[in-house]
C-alpha cells in the first residue's frame, strides 16, 4: 500500500482543489461538458478526504489554545447540525444536490486550518504556490483573456496571504509576489473583491513597515473597529437610516475586454442589497427563525433570479457569505464564525512573539469585513487559505517563533531543498 507523507497529502488536497477551481470557472464561460459536476465532485471529496486524513493523523486539539479549540468544536458541530436538518428537509434532485454537492463541502473546507497549525509540515505546499502556481500562472493570462477575465486572480489567489509574507522572504521572491498581486488586479479591476483583499493585504505590509509607530493598543483597537463596523452599518441599512452599498454619489465607470467584447463596469454599483432584501423577506414570508435559519442546502424566493430558478424553492445561497449563513445556520452559526475569527486576531495579535502573527491577525479580521461584501462559503482556494491563515494565527508553535525565525523558515521555502 501506497505510503504518503503529511506533505504529499496537503499537497495533493491543493492540488485538487486548484483544478477544481479551474474547471468550475472555465465550465462557467466555455461550457466544457455536463461531466464537470462529476469531476468537481470528485475532487471535492479527495480534497475532503486529504484533510480528514490530516486532521486524524495530527489532531487539532493540542496545536491551538483551549478556548479556540472549544469553538472551533462547537463551530464545525454546529455546522453538521444544518446539515442532519437539510437531510430532512431535502425534497427532490436539486435539494440534495445544493446539500451534499454545495453545502456539504462548504462545512469541511474549516479543516484547512489545520495545515496552518501545521506550517512546518506544509513547507513542500507553500514552496510549491510560490514556486510553480505565481510562476507558471503567468501562462492562464491568455486563456483569461479570452474566456474569463477573473481566472487569472482566482489561479493565484494566495497572492493576498503571501503579500504578507514578503518582510520575511528572499528578494527576488518578495518581486515576484509583487508582480502576480498587480498583475492579478490589473488582468480585472472590475473584480472588486480582489482588489480590496489585495489593497488590504499591500496596506498591513506598510504598516509593518512602520510599525515602530504603532502600538499594541492601536492594532486591538483596529480589530475592534474592524468587528464592529459592519455590525453597524447592518443595523444601520436594516433601520433604514443609512445604506452603504446605495447611500454614495460616486460613480465610477471603468471599460474592460478586448476590442470586440467590450464592457461597461460601473465599481461603485449597488450589487448586493436586493440580495439582503430577497433572503430576509423570504426567510419572514416562510416564518422561519433567523437564530437557527433554515438548514444546509436551503433555498430563498429570489425574483430577480425567478428565470433561473430550478424548482418551485426558489435560488439556493447568494454571493454574499454572511446572508447564506443567516439563511442556512442562522444567527448562531454567524456568531461561532465571527468568534473564529476574533480568537484568531486576539491571539496572533496578542499572544505571539513575531510581527507575521500580528499581520496574519488583522488580515484575518478583515475577512469579516468581507464577509458582509461577498466571501461566498465554498469548497474553493479564497476560503481554503482563509483557513490556513487562522490556523496559522492559532498555532502554538507559529505564534512562538521569532521575526529571526519566521525569517529562517521563508528562507527555507524559497530554497532548492529537497523535502521528504
Same mark, same amino acid.
Given at each position: 500500500?501506497?505510503k504518503?507523507t503529511?506533505?504529499?497529502?496537503? +499537497?495533493?488536497?491543493f492540488?485538487?482543489?486548484l483544478i477544481t477551481?479551474?474547471?468550475v470557472?472555465?465550465?462557467?464561460?466555455?461550457?466544457?461538458s455536463n461531466?464537470?459536476t462529476?469531476?468537481?465532485a470528485l475532487?471535492n471529496v479527495l480534497?475532503?478526504?486529504g484533510l480528514?486524513?490530516?486532521?486524524?493523523?495530527s489532531?487539532?486539539?493540542?496545536?491551538?489554545?483551549?478556548?479556540?479549540?472549544?469553538?472551533f468544536y462547537?463551530?464545525?458541530?454546529?455546522n453538521?447540525?444544518?446539515?442532519?436538518r437539510g437531510?430532512f428537509?431535502?425534497?427532490?434532485y436539486w435539494?440534495?444536490k445544493?446539500?451534499?454537492?454545495?453545502?456539504?463541502?462548504s !462545512?469541511?473546507i474549516?479543516l484547512?486550518?489545520i495545515?496552518?497549525?501545521?506550517?512546518?509540515?506544509?513547507?513542500?505546499l507553500?514552496?510549491f504556490?510560490?514556486?510553480?502556481?505565481f510562476?507558471?500562472g503567468?501562462a492562464?493570462?491568455?486563456?483569461?483573456?479570452v474566456?474569463?477575465?477573473e481566472?487569472y486572480?482566482r489561479v493565484?489567489i494566495?497572492v493576498?496571504?503571501?503579500? +504578507?509574507?514578503?518582510?520575511?522572504l528572499?528578494?527576488?521572491?518578495?518581486?515576484?509576489? !509583487?508582480v502576480?498581486?498587480?498583475?492579478?488586479?490589473?488582468m480585472d479591476?472590475?473584480?472588486?473583491?480582489?482588489?480590496?483583499?489585495?489593497l488590504?493585504?499591500?496596506m498591513?505590509?506598510?504598516?509593518y513597515?512602520n510599525r515602530?509607530?504603532?502600538?499594541?493598543?492601536i492594532l486591538n483597537?483596529?480589530?475592534g473597529?474592524?468587528?464592529m463596523l459592519p455590525?453597524i452599518?447592518?443595523a +444601520?441599512?436594516?433601520?433604514g437610516?443609512f445604506n !452603504?452599498?446605495?447611500?454614495n454619489?460616486?460613480?465610477i465607470?471603468?471599460?474592460?475586454?478586448?476590442?470586440n467584447?467590450?464592457r461597461t463596469v460601473? +465599481?461603485?454599483?449597488d450589487?448586493?442589497t436586493?440580495?439582503?432584501?430577497?433572503v430576509f423577506y423570504?426567510?419572514?414570508?416562510k416564518d422561519?427563525?433567523?437564530i !437557527?435559519?433554515?438548514?444546509g442546502?436551503s433555498?430563498?424566493?429570489?425574483?430577480f433570479?425567478?428565470i433561473?430558478?430550478l424548482?418551485d424553492?426558489g435560488?439556493?445561497?447568494?454571493e454574499v457569505?454572511?446572508?447564506n449563513?443567516?439563511?442556512?445556520?442562522?444567527?448562531?452559526g454567524?456568531?461561532l464564525?465571527?468568534l473564529?475569527?476574533m480568537?484568531?486576531?486576539y491571539?496572533?495579535i496578542n499572544?505571539?512573539n513575531?510581527y507575521s502573527?500580528k499581520l496574519?491577525g488583522?488580515?484575518?479580521?478583515?475577512?469579516?469585513v468581507?464577509?458582509?461584501i461577498e466571501?461566498r462559503?465554498?469548497?474553493?482556494?479564497?476560503?481554503?487559505?482563509?483557513?490556513?491563515a487562522v490556523g496559522l494565527c492559532?498555532s502554538?508553535?507559529y505564534?512562538?517563533l521569532?521575526?529571526n525565525d519566521v525569517s529562517d523558515?521563508?528562507k527555507?521555502?524559497?530554497?532548492?531543498?529537497k523535502i521528504?
Amino acid at each position: 500500500m501506497l505510503k504518503m507523507t503529511y506533505n504529499q497529502v496537503s +499537497l495533493l488536497a491543493f492540488i485538487f482543489i486548484l483544478i477544481t477551481d479551474v474547471i468550475v470557472r472555465i465550465n462557467s464561460f466555455i461550457g466544457i461538458s455536463n461531466g464537470s459536476t462529476n469531476v468537481v465532485a470528485l475532487l471535492n471529496v479527495l480534497t475532503s478526504l486529504g484533510l480528514l486524513v490530516l486532521c486524524y493523523k495530527s489532531g487539532l486539539k493540542n496545536k491551538m489554545p483551549h478556548l479556540a479549540w472549544l469553538v472551533f468544536y462547537a463551530f464545525m458541530a454546529w455546522n453538521i447540525f444544518q446539515f442532519t436538518r437539510g437531510v430532512f428537509n431535502a425534497q427532490d434532485y436539486w435539494d440534495w444536490k445544493a446539500l451534499l454537492l454545495g453545502y456539504s463541502f462548504s !462545512i469541511l473546507i474549516p479543516l484547512t486550518i489545520i495545515i496552518g497549525l501545521n506550517y512546518e509540515l506544509n513547507i513542500k505546499l507553500f514552496r510549491f504556490i510560490l514556486r510553480i502556481v505565481f510562476v507558471f500562472g503567468f501562462a492562464v493570462i491568455p486563456l483569461a483573456l479570452v474566456t474569463d477575465f477573473e481566472l487569472y486572480a482566482r489561479v493565484v489567489i494566495a497572492v493576498s496571504l503571501f503579500i +504578507l509574507f514578503v518582510p520575511w522572504l528572499p528578494y527576488k521572491w518578495k518581486v515576484l509576489v !509583487i508582480v502576480v498581486a498587480a498583475s492579478s488586479v490589473l488582468m480585472d479591476i472590475s473584480y472588486r473583491i480582489n482588489a480590496i483583499k489585495i489593497l488590504f493585504s499591500f496596506m498591513l505590509l506598510f504598516m509593518y513597515f512602520n510599525r515602530r509607530f504603532i502600538s499594541q493598543r492601536i492594532l486591538n483597537l483596529s480589530v475592534g473597529v474592524i468587528f464592529m463596523l459592519p455590525l453597524i452599518l447592518f443595523a +444601520l441599512g436594516v433601520s433604514g437610516q443609512f445604506n !452603504i452599498f446605495q447611500d454614495n454619489s460616486t460613480d465610477i465607470e471603468i471599460v474592460t475586454g478586448s476590442d470586440n467584447a467590450d464592457r461597461t463596469v460601473n +465599481l461603485a454599483g449597488d450589487t448586493r442589497t436586493f440580495l439582503f432584501q430577497e433572503v430576509f423577506y423570504s426567510m419572514l414570508k416562510k416564518d422561519s427563525s433567523f437564530i !437557527i435559519g433554515e438548514g444546509g442546502g436551503s433555498a430563498y424566493e429570489s425574483p430577480f433570479f425567478a428565470i433561473y430558478d430550478l424548482n418551485d424553492r426558489g435560488r439556493y445561497g447568494t454571493e454574499v457569505g454572511f446572508i447564506n449563513a443567516v439563511l442556512y445556520s442562522g444567527a448562531i452559526g454567524v456568531v461561532l464564525y465571527m468568534l473564529m475569527l476574533m480568537f484568531s486576531a486576539y491571539y496572533a495579535i496578542n499572544k505571539s512573539n513575531n510581527y507575521s502573527c500580528k499581520l496574519l491577525g488583522l488580515f484575518v479580521a478583515f475577512h469579516w469585513v468581507v464577509f458582509f461584501i461577498e466571501d461566498r462559503t465554498l469548497m474553493t482556494m479564497n476560503f481554503y487559505f482563509i483557513w490556513i491563515a487562522v490556523g496559522l494565527c492559532l498555532s502554538n508553535e507559529y505564534r512562538t517563533l521569532s521575526d529571526n525565525d519566521v525569517s529562517d523558515l521563508f528562507k527555507s521555502i524559497g530554497a532548492m531543498v529537497k523535502i521528504k
